[in-house]
C-alpha cells in the first residue's frame, strides 16, 4: 500500500499550439465549475436538448440522431464503425494518416472486410483511385475517410467524396475530430451518412467527450441490423434511451452523463453560436495566413500543398541539422508553448503547429514565430 503524501495538483498554464488539447476559453472553464446536478435532473435535461441543437448547427445538419458520446473523440469513432459495420461488410477506408489506420482496425473489429486506399502522408485524396476501389469493390456498403487529418494537416475533399460514395449507394463514415469549428462541415448538404468529432480541437472544450451525427439513411441501416452491436456501451439503441426524448417518453438511465464536461461543451455552443460559424472559421484561416507568412520569414515552410491545406493544423518541415525536440522543449520551458511533434511516417520530420478554437488567436501566433525564431537563432 501505498504512503505517498499527495497535494494538490497545480498545472503550468501553457499556450496549447499542438494537435490538440487547444487552449480553453475562460467562460468554458468557469461553466465546468457549476455546481453538479443529477444527470436525470429536470434542469439538465434542457441543456441536453441545448448541447443538441448546438451541434446540430455545428455539424450543419438537421439530424435528428445528433448528440454527445460520453468518451473522447476514439470513442465518437467507435461509435460510428460498431453501429454501422455487421459482420462480412465491405467498407472501403481512405487512409492519408494515422487515423485512417484507426478506421481499418475498427472495421476489422466489427467484423467487416477493410479495403484500404492509401495515400502518402502530406499528399492529397486523389478521388479516381477511391473511384476504382468503389468500381472494384461493388458490394461495399460504407465508404470512411477523414475530413481533417491531424496528422500530416491534409483536408480531404469530402464532398467529392461523399458524391462518389451515392453513385456507389455506400454510406459515409467522416472523422470531423479536426475539423468540426475549424474547416466548412456541411453534413446534410454534402450528404455525409455519420461523423464523429471531438470537443478538445477547434471547439475549445476539454477533452473526453464526441459529437456524432448519423442520417436518416444511417439510422436505417442500424435498425436492420441482423447481429447486436458487440459494444454495449455505444449501441446507439440503448444510449439513445438516454438522448433521445423525441418520443416524448421519459429519459433514462443508461450511464452517469459527464455532468460538468457537459456544461463545458454547453458553453463552447454557446460561443461558437455568439462568434457564427463561417466567423471562426475564417478566423482560422486568417491566423492561418498571418503563421505562413511568419514562418517563411523564419525560413520555415510547410509540407502541405496550399489547395489541400487545413489551417487549424500546421505541419512545419524541420530544416536540416536541427534537433525538432531540443526546439519542442525549448520553447515548452522557455515560453510555456506547446507544439506537436510529427507522428507516424512524418515523425522527426514535422512540427505541427495546430491553431484550434481559442488557440486560434494573433497572440497565439505571434507568440510561436517569437519563440520559433529564438529557439532557431
Ligand atoms: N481522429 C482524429 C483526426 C484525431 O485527430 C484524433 C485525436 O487527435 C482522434 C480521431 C481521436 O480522438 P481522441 O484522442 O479524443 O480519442
Known amino acids: 500500500m501505498s504512503n505517498q ?15 490538440g488539447p487547444s487552449d480553453i476559453h475562460p467562460r468554458v472553464l468557469a461553466a465546468m465549475a457549476r455546481p453538479t446536478v443529477g444527470h436525470l435532473d429536470p434542469a439538465f435535461q434542457t441543456m441536453m436538448e441545448e448541447i443538441k441543437a448546438g451541434l446540430r448547427y455545428a455539424f450543419q445538419t438537421e439530424n435528428a440522431l445528433t448528440f454527445p458520446v460520453s468518451a473522447p473523440g476514439s470513442a465518437g469513432m467507435e461509435c460510428c464503425f460498431v453501429n454501422l459495420v455487421e459482420p462480412g461488410d465491405t467498407v472501403i477506408v481512405i487512409q492519408h494518416g494515422a487515423f485512417g489506420g484507426r478506421m481499418k482496425e475498427n472495421v476489422e473489429r466489427a467484423g467487416g472486410h477493410a479495403v484500404l486506399v492509401a495515400f502518402e502522408w502530406g499528399q492529397p485524396i486523389e478521388l479516381e483511385s477511391v473511384r476504382a476501389a468503389l468500381e472494384t469493390h461493388a458490394s461495399a456498403k460504407i465508404l470512411a475517410f477523414v475530413h481533417a487529418e491531424t496528422s500530416t494537416g ?7 467524396l461523399c458524391d462518389l460514395a451515392q453513385a456507389h449507394d455506400c454510406l459515409t463514415i467522416v472523422d470531423c475530430v479536426t475539423s468540426l469549428g475549424g474547416s466548412e462541415l456541411k453534413v446534410d448538404e454534402w450528404g455525409i451518412d455519420a461523423a464523429y468529432s471531438g470537443t478538445q480541437k477547434c471547439l475549445s472544450c476539454p477533452p473526453g467527450i464526441s459529437p456524432v451525427t448519423f442520417s436518416e439513411r444511417a439510422a436505417d441501416k442500424i435498425k436492420q441490423r441482423q447481429s447486436s452491436v458487440q459494444s454495449w456501451f455505444l449501441d446507439l439503441s440503448l444510449v439513445m434511451a438516454y438522448w433521445d426524448n423525441s418520443g416524448g417518453g421519459a429519459r433514462t438511465y443508461h450511464h452517469t452523463a459527464p455532468v460538468n464536461a457537459m456544461y463545458a461543451l454547453h458553453e463552447g455552443l454557446v460561443m461558437l453560436q455568439e462568434e457564427g460559424l463561417e466567423e471562426a472559421q475564417m478566423r482560422h484561416h486568417a491566423m492561418h495566413q498571418k503563421l505562413k507568412a511568419g514562418l517563411e520569414s523564419l525560413g520555415l515552410g510547410l509540407i502541405v500543398d496550399e489547395s489541400h491545406r487545413l489551417s487549424q493544423l500546421n505541419t512545419v518541415s524541420i530544416p536540416d541539422g536541427i534537433d525538432e525536440a ?52
Not at 5 to 19: A, D, E, H, I, V
Open 5 to 19: 503524501k499527495l497535494t494538490s495538483f497545480n498545472p503550468p498554464q501553457r499556450l496549447l499550439m499542438g494537435p
Open 154 to 160: 491534409v483536408s480531404a475533399p469530402a464532398k467529392e
Open 326 to 377: 531540443a526546439v519542442r522543449q525549448y520553447v515548452l520551458q522557455k515560453y510555456d508553448l506547446e507544439i506537436g511533434a510529427g507522428l507516424g511516417a512524418l515523425a522527426g520530420k514535422v512540427w505541427r503547429i495546430g491553431l484550434m478554437g481559442s488557440s486560434a488567436t494573433e497572440r497565439h501566433v505571434m507568440t510561436c514565430l517569437t519563440a520559433l525564431e529564438d529557439a532557431l537563432k
